[in-house]
């Protein structure tokens, strides 16, 4: 059970770090321009 709701998380994590770092880009590309 618990490992489930580990790699669940996990899963979220990287979603997050994900959204994170397109965020990122985002902001970097508006500098950009």
Do not use: I, V
Request: charge should be positive; glycine fraction near 0%.
């Amino acid at each position: 059970m618990h490992k489930r709701y580990y790699r669940l998380f996990k899963k979220h994590l990287k979603l997050y770090d994900l959204q994170k770092h397109t965020t990122k880009l985002k902001k970097a590309h508006r500098y950009a321009f």
